[in-house]
């Protein structure tokens, strides 16, 4: 046993020392070797399987009302940038982004077409909301409390709508007033609580807003217990009621309670406390309080405003009208000079409202006051009327409606038969009188034979005296518009218009279709429409072509507007003036034909474009001006004045203003301008000319401007 070799290291001799030195640590590297392999291996799949995880992106949908689709472009461009998203999984990635009317764009890209950048122009171009300083401001006056959003929340969401302001770089202090100013509006526990500190800052806002959501959680949930706990107690009841026998209710609880103790009935049941139920102490009624009682007396510094006298048939015609979303019931009485409405009623209703004290007669027996009167836009058989309604407590009358004669002022005719009532607007027939040597309504001051020669004069152009939209173009002049930046689309939605409105819309975009001054359009450019009031109070249809005019090079056309003063001192030693005014002067230039796209408009009845030169657009002015100078300059006449489409013949004597105003007419007749014949006046003494009076030797300002200044109001303010 003593010879063997030991069988473990342990008691072996130690190998030569000369030997381990000799030898390499071979065996030491290639460990270190495996392992950096593998901790590389380990690096590269985590890196391929971070790579194989698919890229989520912000959702958008552009019929959620706060959605921007500028905002989202710009964060999503940095997502895929970051991530280097290009072909399918660029595709996947926004599959699941993009909703609603948005992903369905996503099917319109051809398959080699797929890239950001053009995905990103068509987003843009059919989402993108351009806003108006007008619609910023809108959205302010019209901020609601959404049921899930919390004090704060609504506030934060009113904060960065007024941060959005383009240009105003409001100061936090300001921006904090108008928070708390619309907020108090929305709630009133809000109101209460912001109004008892003051607030300065952001930061003192937000805390307190914070402290209400919890209060109104906490509040809503108590109340909805109590209300949860009235609701057993009130259902477990089954008797009847000792005052008025209805079952369903205690004696403490009845409402006619007062009916029977006015009349000395006594009671010998004493209910338990119980909180007691406001009334009217003038009436007795639950309905309303005292301050707002009909029969409450009227005392001086409280006197109506005016009285209307209301007198009720006792068979009056019925029907129905709509309004506000609403369906009710309504009598006509033309006995009665206003319109009255339940006031419960009344809540609905969308419209102006005015808190005038009323007093209306022959309602009953006394005289009631009515203090609020809404004017609100009703369908009745399809006719869109203006009516203002008188509110009235629900006690004072049984029907929900009643119209008097003032909705006669919309010019409708009322039919009315023994069971039923009709609506209709009067039929309108136009007549068109051509111009003949006995007309006797020419706007001059000559008599006898020198108003027969300017009678023979008009007779020779009698066919360019129109009363209507011209149908002819003018030779001398064309539209062309000219952008800043050609890829820049000016495009709208439309304005929303009232019932009436949309109806004299119609109307006017009928007339011009008509007279080929517009057609209808597929163009990507879109203005929105308005109507404007003019003097004589008609509606004038106009196009907001402020976003086209921003992209409107103003060198397109330079020519030069005369100056006033300069038009005014042309006129000394002229003693009669005749003035030309064109028939819808702009209407009468054409556009050309690569501009004609850009000059579309649309309304709620769909998208039109001009033919020729509209109203509104940004050289348009210069144009006009360019063409009728052009017209008039084979006459080369310094005694004819043009100023855009006043222009202006004067003389010293009548005979030399008759062959004036022939060869004036003549030449502006070749070039194909139709004139309005009702706003022409001829061989006037005194004529108002660019703002001014002018007759024989005096220059006066227009006196309606004196009127206007001397009917303005004195100033209140103390020096």
């Known amino acids: 046993m003593d010879d063997l070799a030991p069988t473990s290291e342990v008691g072996s001799d130690p190998p030569p020392l000369h030997n381990v030195l000799a030898q390499p640590p071979i065996s030491f590297f290639s460990g270190m070797e495996t392992m950096f392999k593998k901790m590389a291996d380990s690096i590269n799949s985590q890196q391929n399987c971070s790579s194989t995880i698919p890229t989520v992106l912000v959702s958008f949908d552009p019929d959620v009302p706060e959605s921007d689709i500028s905002n989202w472009c710009a964060l999503s461009e940095m997502i895929i940038e970051k991530r280097k998203l290009e072909g399918v999984d660029l595709i996947i990635a926004l599959t699941h982004s993009l909703k609603g009317r948005a992903a369905t764009c996503l099917t319109k890209i051809q398959p080699d077409k797929i890239s950001w950048p053009t995905i990103k122009e068509m987003l843009i171009s059919n989402f993108c909301k351009p806003m108006m300083m007008l619609d910023h401001f809108d959205q302010i006056i019209k901020f609601r409390i959404c049921n899930k959003d919390s004090p704060a929340e609504a506030g934060l969401r009113l904060w960065q709508l007024i941060e959005r302001i383009p240009d105003a770089n409001l100061p936090e202090h300001v921006i904090t007033g108008f928070v708390v100013s619309v907020l108090s509006q929305c709630d009133d526990k809000i109101r209460r609580e912001l109004n008892s500190v003051v607030v300065n800052d952001k930061h003192q806002l937000f805390r307190i807003l914070r402290g209400i959501s919890l209060k109104r959680c906490n509040d809503e949930s108590v109340s909805s217990e109590i209300e949860h706990k009235k609701i057993r107690t009130s259902t477990m009841f089954k008797g009847s009621c000792h005052f008025c026998g209805r079952v369903g209710h205690r004696g403490f609880e009845c409402r006619d309670k007062h009916r029977f103790t006015n009349k000395n009935i006594s009671v010998s049941h004493k209910p338990e406390q119980r909180k007691t139920m406001t009334s009217c102490y003038i009436c007795h009624d639950t309905s309303h309080i005292a301050s707002n009682c009909p029969k409450r007396p009227v005392k001086k510094e409280d006197a109506p405003s005016g009285s209307k006298q209301v007198n009720l048939c006792s068979k009056a015609a019925r029907g129905t009208l ?398």
């Open 322 to 719: 709509e309004t506000s979303g609403m369906k009710l019931s309504f009598i006509f009485d033309s006995g009665s000079e206003c319109s009255l409405i339940k006031r419960s009623k009344s809540d609905h209703l969308e419209g102006d409202r005015f808190h005038d004290q009323i007093l209306l007669k022959g309602i009953g027996v006394n005289s009631i006051i009515s203090p609020l009167q809404v004017r609100c836009s009703v369908c009745i058989q399809g006719l869109p009327l203006n009516v203002t309604f008188h509110v009235l407590p629900d006690e004072c009358t049984n029907e929900e409606v009643l119209l008097g004669r003032d909705i006669l002022q919309n010019e409708v005719s009322v039919e009315i038969n023994s069971n039923s009532i009709h609506f209709l607007k009067p039929k309108i027939t136009n007549f068109c009188t051509k111009l003949n040597n006995g007309l006797q309504t020419i706007d001059t001051d000559l008599t006898g034979s020198d108003k027969e020669k300017l009678i023979s004069i008009l007779n020779k152009y009698s066919n360019n005296f129109i009363n209507q939209l011209p149908t002819t173009q003018v030779t001398t002049g064309e539209l062309k518009i000219q952008l800043i930046d050609p890829s820049k689309i000016a495009h709208r939605r439309p304005y929303r218009l009232s019932p009436l409105e949309l109806e004299i819309v119609n109307n006017k975009v009928k007339e011009l279709l008509d007279a080929n001054i517009i057609r209808e359009s597929s163009s990507p450019f879109a203005s929105p429409t308005l109507l404007v009031k003019k003097k004589d109070g008609s509606d004038r249809l106009c196009v907001d072509y402020r976003e086209l005019n921003k992209n409107t090079r103003s060198d397109s056309d330079s020519y030069p507007l005369p100056l006033i003063s300069d038009q005014i001192d042309k006129l000394h030693g002229a003693n009669y003036f005749s003035s030309i005014d064109m028939a819808s002067g702009f209407h009468q230039i054409k556009i050309h034909e690569d501009s004609v796209e850009k000059t579309a408009f649309v309304t709620p009845i769909g998208q039109f474009e001009y033919l020729t030169m509209p109203f509104g657009l940004r050289n348009a002015p210069q144009v006009f001006q360019r063409a009728i100078t052009s017209a008039l300059k084979p006459l080369d006449d310094d005694r004819i004045l043009v100023y855009m489409d006043d222009v202006l013949s004067v003389s010293e004597t009548v005979s030399e203003g008759l062959v004036r105003l022939d060869k004036l007419l003549e030449t502006l007749s070749n070039s194909g301008f139709s004139f309005n014949f009702d706003k022409c006046s001829f061989m006037k003494k005194k004529i108002e000319y660019l703002g001014y009076t002018i007759s024989s030797g005096e220059i006066r300002p227009n006196h309606r401007k004196i009127e206007a200044l001397q009917k303005l109001p004195t100033p209140s303010t103390d020096p």
